[in-house]
């Protein structure tokens, strides 16, 4: 009797130990000192050829690799094997994927790839044409990324600029943002919005200035996080870190530069994220115990050109020895696999019925420029609203009555960049926003004011506007169709 | 020959069932309109109006109790800390050494509110349910004086003025506070205060004693909502000053700095006048502290940061030597640690302007605010050792006193008072109630707008079914156990569907509450008694309130014309529930409101629960037919005299 049951036993034994295998139970626990990062070439040569900002940035050859232990970098496994190239990883809040950009051929475009932890082959999520890159996990396991892949110098010119989008879990796929600049290099905080990087627009001078804005997972409630035409002209991967900063690179002559700014005030300046110069670093992430992990050339003291990984903390004065150095790769854009915070999520509020958000103004005459007992300078009593339309020609949708608390309200058309000018009796322009922002179908979007100082709660008065009827304005007006500012 | 019978027999009865339930079906049809005389209504489940019974009802029935700590004090020599736990009808006493519980002494009526004596160490307990103060002996805990003061006495301040030595005590039912002399035991004065006041403290010199209520009274729905600050000079009880807290509710602490002249208060700003179409950047509410300067200004500050909130303040306890104040947030469990010397200096630089939309720029608090610990479970009561070395912060829903070095702001341990109650679904589900992290950036809880589940007396312009457009009243959450539906339009059959995913897409803006911790929400949620229940129970009714008793079920006029069924008050507001659950067309349409029929809300406890109607627009029961009433479509009252006004809302404050 004990013999037949052992043989029925034996018998469901492989079956049963296959599906915990499929279903991730027998998947070896990675240990904590073990890391993913991209690894590219040290000796390749310049990639004069490179069509994109990714071939520049990922030359042939690189790699996205797990590392279980720093110390035994014999048992280096690489994640993206079969790819030509690859890198930008991230992986999942619950630590069992590793996403990031590949490319499989040289005729290809570059696509988001998957591989399992601890060593699956890549799998490609995308198929996108003109190319996806950075992806970012969202809390329910949506993939985050930007496309089209910008032209190598580009990504800032270029006539087709890069917008994020979100592909579901059920692989349907939603644009989130409708910006007249690029949307590149997401990330996605804690708090479940999408942190990425992009363009302000273009003051008198023409300069290109970056900074950092957030959106809801839906693409709703567009908002600046940080950056305020402070002098950060190149801005680049942004991470949130353990100890209240948001880290990113900021351009130098010389290479990138970790700098950070503190969540608690993130327009009150940035700063250095290390207290020590380091003469480039090509990404900071979270690392162990409200460390942070960076990737950073050696000082020039030393022989070893190669970018390495190094984990910091907060108060390190020096870079100290590095976790992990490889001479013949630059090791680069490192992490810790393992569970994360799951992000929080969002439901959105967007209907598919409208083709329309409505916009509330509590004071267009609220502004951080303003006389010293916080009266405007000048008094805007109309509003004209502008819009991008799908040539990308500037057209004025219509102007709107300032009610006398300064609050207006509209219907405005959704997905597309949309601006705003404040003008005075006499027609006069006080503000300009050119078409920047949008409103997604079914939105309710609002704003303190027009150029309002940054992070403000409103203050508590009823708007006059609610009390009338919301003015609607369409591009296909046709009385205004034709009308340029 | 059998078998055809059967068949017979099965057709018969299925036919006869089925007669059966089409004529129940028109039957009860007809008798709801007969009885009701609403042509519109169909189909009425019985228990709308038959079938409930209050003793059977989850808030009647007896539930676990657990040691949480309330109000806590510590001796005049730092050695004992006394914590009050109302809950359990206890107090106890613990070594402030060794972090032990010396002792626990039952005190029947919710030892609420505690205060040592800060020479003899005499300990003086408010009771919350039995409206009064006790004198305990501090070696023994003995009962050496009672008296009783105003309606749910929950916090108490002790000065020694020219007349002697007083106590100021805050009767959070009766909106008034009681001047109490100590030799002997006597109250004095019993000025009115604010609504619903919960915190006391004195001036340095001891002249002034400062009363904070924790609901705003409204005016409008434009003119902003304001929590009181009432001044009442300590000696007579005569009130100096009532200070308008703009915007703010929820103020639950008070503290006074000798040093500077301040009196600080934790409070929520509310933004309730304007559409909640966002809830980033504080659209809804955040969290400030009101300072109260030497020469009555007041200024708000935030203790939230640009992307970081910490709901909820609470209790605050300032340092003997003035440099510190120690914020406790019972949504985010966290301490806000605020270094009241960069506060000075910053006030001292800041213009007017920049005071006065100071509580509006979220990135000010990095100025200030030096440290967050982080705490238990809804932290709610602070206080500080007489030397100022130790913080105790009491985890109301942990059951633990949190012990902190203040020089290294790190924790020293705990004084254990209970296991938590995790077993406990409506302790799950307080804790769900009083949670900040379930929205979005932890900028508020249900407790924000429902203090203790009650109502924060304020209207809210939801965005989801258009800006500006139907306006809605906070309602009471106490006493809703079987008086489904719920939302003011009555679109919500059961507690989980009003504050699941709805109330993620349209108010918390982040994930549902998760499904197990939704459903202890609605457990503790039908726990809740109606407001004071208890103390009005088995009371009779008076003469004035038996007549107004009468007025409320008359089905005719004094000349004998009978009342319509439908505008009777007892076929909407039917007992046992005083609501038959069904929403009805009262003439109460507004110009921006989506239909004219609205919810029955029920009556229990309505005398505590202003202001009244879907908007809020009745500030006052009164209004209700004074002001609001619209062609005796709610309720036939153009026959009343004042009086009978008078005897009505009488008997409507007994439910």
């Known amino acids: 009797m004990e013999a037949r049951r052992l043989l029925l036993i034996g018998r469901w034994l492989p079956l049963t130990a296959a599906f915990a295998i499929l279903s991730g139970c027998g998947r070896a626990r990675l240990p904590a000192e073990a890391l993913v990062f991209t690894q590219t070439p040290v000796t390749s040569p310049s990639n004069p050829g490179a069509d994109t900002v990714l071939d520049e940035r990922y030359p042939p050859g690189s790699r996205v690799v797990l590392l279980p232990s720093p110390q035994d970098p014999e048992r280096l496994r690489v994640l993206s094997k079969g790819l030509l190239a690859a890198g930008s990883p991230v992986i999942s809040a619950d630590g069992t994927r590793v996403l990031f950009a590949g490319k499989a051929s040289a005729r290809d475009d570059w696509q988001i790839y998957e591989a399992r932890l601890p060593g699956?082959?890549?799998?490609?999520?995308?198929?996108?044409?003109?190319?996806?890159?950075?992806?970012?996990?969202?809390?329910?396991?949506?993939?985050?990324?930007?496309?089209?892949?910008?032209?190598?110098?580009?990504?800032?010119?270029?006539?087709?600029?890069?917008?994020?989008?979100?592909?579901?879990?059920?692989?349907?796929?939603?644009?989130?943002?409708?910006?007249?600049?690029?949307?590149?290099?997401?990330t996605v905080l804690n708090d479940g919005r999408i942190l990425f990087v992009s363009a302000k627009p273009r003051g008198a001078d023409g300069e290109i200035s970056l900074g950092l804005f957030t959106i809801n997972n839906d693409g709703t409630e567009v908002a600046a996080y940080a950056l305020d035409r402070d002098g950060a002209l190149w801005v680049h991967r942004p991470r949130e870190l353990q100890d209240g900063r948001v880290g990113f690179l900021a351009a130098t002559p010389t290479g990138f530069v970790a700098e950070g700014v503190q969540t608690a005030r993130p327009f009150a300046g940035r700063r250095a994220l290390f207290p020590f110069s380091a003469e480039s670093c090509r990404s900071v992430e979270p690392g162990g115990a409200g460390r942070v992990l960076a990737t950073l050339l050696p000082s020039l003291g030393t022989t070893n050109r190669s970018f390495a990984v190094f984990e910091l903390a907060a108060s390190a004065t020096a870079p100290g020895e590095p976790l992990f150095d490889d001479p013949a790769w630059h090791d680069l854009e490192a992490m810790r696999p393992g569970t994360r915070p799951r992000p929080l999520g969002h439901l959105s509020t967007m209907s598919a019925k409208k083709d329309y958000g409505t916009l509330l103004c509590l004071n267009v005459n609220f502004s951080r420029h303003r006389q010293a007992d916080g009266s405007p300078a000048r008094t805007a009593t109309r509003v004209r609203v502008t819009a991008l339309d799908d040539q990308g020609a500037q057209r004025v949708l219509g102007e709107l009555p300032v009610h006398p608390d300064g609050s207006f309200m509209a219907e405005l058309p959704a997905d597309r960049p949309l601006g705003f000018e404040s003008l005075d009796a006499d027609g006069e322009l006080i503000y300009r926003l050119p078409p920047t922002i949008w409103v997604r179908a079914g939105e309710n979007r609002s704003c303190v004011g027009c150029h309002e100082p940054p992070n403000r709660s409103p203050r508590n008065v009823r708007p006059k506007a609610v009390y009338e009827p919301v003015a609607r304005l369409r591009l296909a007006n046709p009385d205004l169709a034709s009308t340029v500012p | 020959m059998k078998s055809r019978g059967f068949i017979i027999t099965s057709l018969a009865s299925v036919v006869a069932a089925g007669g059966l339930g089409v004529g129940g079906y028109y039957w009860s049809v007809a008798h709801v309109q007969r009885w009701t005389g609403m042509d519109h209504l169909g189909f009425v489940n019985c228990n709308h109006c038959h079938l409930v019974r209050v003793e059977k009802l989850p808030w009647a029935k007896e539930r676990p109790r657990h040691p949480a700590p309330a109000g806590l004090a510590v001796s005049p020599d730092g050695r004992r800390l006394y914590i009050a736990l109302d809950d359990v009808n206890e107090v106890a006493e613990a070594d402030t050494a060794t972090l032990q519980v010396n002792r626990r002494i039952k005190?029947?009526?919710?030892?609420?509110?505690?205060?040592?004596?800060?020479?003899?160490?005499?300990?003086?307990?408010?009771?919350?349910?039995?409206?009064?103060?006790?004198?305990?002996?501090?070696?023994?805990?003995?009962?050496?004086?009672?008296?009783?003061?105003?309606?749910?006495?929950?916090?108490?301040?002790?000065?020694?003025?020219?007349?002697?030595?007083?106590?100021?005590?805050?009767?959070?039912?009766?909106?008034?506070?009681?001047?109490?002399?100590?030799?002997?035991?006597?109250?004095?004065a019993r000025p009115h205060t604010g609504r619903e006041p919960f915190a006391t403290a004195m001036s340095a010199d001891g002249s002034v004693a400062f009363v904070v209520g924790r609901i705003a009274e409204t005016k409008d729905f434009v003119t902003p909502a304001a929590s009181e600050l009432t001044l009442i000079r300590a000696a007579t009880g005569r009130v100096l000053k009532r200070v308008p807290l703009e915007s703010a509710h929820l103020a639950e602490g008070l503290a006074t700095v000798a040093s500077r002249g301040w009196a600080l208060t934790p409070l929520v700003k509310v933004r309730n006048l304007i559409p909640i179409t966002q809830v980033a950047n504080g659209w809804v509410m955040s969290s400030g502290l009101g300072i109260t300067l030497a020469d009555g200004q007041t200024v708000q500050v935030p203790l939230d940061e640009a992307n970081d909130y910490f709901a909820d303040p609470s209790g605050i306890a300032v340092d003997p030597a003035g440099r510190y104040a120690y914020v406790v947030s019972g949504g985010s469990d966290a301490v806000s640690v605020v270094d009241l010397e960069r506060l000075s200096d910053w006030l001292s630089k800041a213009c007017e302007l920049t005071r006065r939309e100071a509580v509006d720029d979220l990135s000010l608090s990095a100025e200030y605010v030096v440290a967050r610990l982080r705490t238990g479970r809804n932290p709610r009561a602070v206080t500080l050792s007489p030397d100022g070395r130790r913080l105790f912060v009491g985890e109301r829903l942990a059951?633990?006193?949190?012990?902190?070095?203040?020089?290294?702001?790190?924790?020293?341990?705990?004084?254990?008072?209970?296991?938590?109650?995790?077993?406990?679904?409506?302790?799950?589900?307080?804790?769900?109630?009083?949670?900040?992290?379930?929205?979005?950036?932890?900028?508020?809880?249900?407790?924000?707008?429902?203090?203790?589940?009650?109502?924060?007396?304020?209207?809210?312009?939801?965005?989801?079914?258009?800006?500006?457009?139907?306006?809605?009243?906070?309602?009471?959450?106490?006493?809703?156990?079987?008086?489904?539906?719920?939302k003011w339009i009555g679109s919500n059959p059961s507690v989980e569907v009003q504050c699941g995913p709805r109330f993620a897409r349209v108010l918390m803006r982040t994930d549902p509450i998760p499904p197990d911790d939704l459903k202890d929400l609605a457990t503790y949620l039908q726990s809740l008694p109606p407001t004071g229940w208890e103390r009005r129970r088995d009371l009779a009714l008076t003469p004035t309130q038996e007549r107004g008793r009468q007025l409320f079920f008359a089905t005719t006029r004094p000349d004998g014309t009978p009342i319509p069924r439908e505008r009777q008050c007892q076929t909407c507001h039917r007992p046992p529930l005083f609501t038959a659950r069904i929403p009805t067309a009262v003439g109460t349409r507004g110009p921006r409101d989506a239909t004219e029929l609205f919810d029955t809300p029920h009556l229990l406890g309505i005398g505590y629960s202003a202001p009244y109607l879907h908007d809020g627009r009745a500030k006052?029961?009164?209004?209700?037919?004074?002001?609001?009433?619209?062609?005796?479509?709610?309720?036939?009252?153009?026959?009343?005299?004042?009086?009978?006004?008078?005897?009505?809302?009488?008997?409507?404050k007994t439910l």
């Open chain 2, 107 to 188: 005190l029947a009526g919710g030892p609420y509110g505690l205060l040592a004596h800060p020479q003899d160490g005499r300990l003086f307990v408010t009771l919350r349910h039995a409206d009064a103060v006790v004198e305990l002996e501090p070696g023994r805990l003995t009962e050496v004086a009672r008296i009783p003061v105003g309606k749910g006495p929950v916090c108490l301040a002790y000065t020694r003025t020219e007349a002697g030595e007083r106590l100021i005590v805050a009767n959070s039912l009766s909106d008034d506070a009681s001047l109490l002399s100590l030799s002997p035991l006597a109250e004095i």
């Open chain 1, 120 to 186: 699956g082959r890549p799998r490609r999520l995308t198929a996108i044409s003109g190319g996806a890159m950075d992806p970012a996990v969202l809390g329910n396991g949506a993939v985050v990324f930007s496309s089209p892949v910008p032209p190598a110098g580009a990504t800032w010119t270029t006539t087709n600029p890069a917008a994020l989008y979100r592909l579901n879990p059920d692989r349907s796929l939603l644009r989130l943002t409708w910006g007249p600049a690029a949307a590149v290099e997401p």
């Open chain 2, 620 to 652: 006052t029961l009164e209004e209700l037919w004074t002001t609001y009433q619209t062609n005796d479509l709610h309720g036939v009252s153009s026959y009343w005299s004042k009086h009978q006004l008078n005897d009505l809302i009488e008997y409507l």
């Open chain 2, 399 to 486: 059951d633990r006193v949190l012990v902190v070095d203040t020089a290294t702001r790190e924790p020293v341990g705990h004084v254990v008072l209970g296991d938590g109650g995790a077993w406990d679904p409506i302790r799950r589900g307080e804790s769900v109630f009083t949670k900040a992290a379930h929205t979005f950036q932890s900028q508020f809880s249900c407790r924000s707008c429902h203090p203790d589940g009650h109502v924060d007396g304020l209207a809210y312009d939801f965005d989801g079914d258009g800006i500006g457009d139907n306006l809605l009243d906070n309602r009471s959450l106490h006493g809703l156990a079987s008086t489904a539906p719920f």
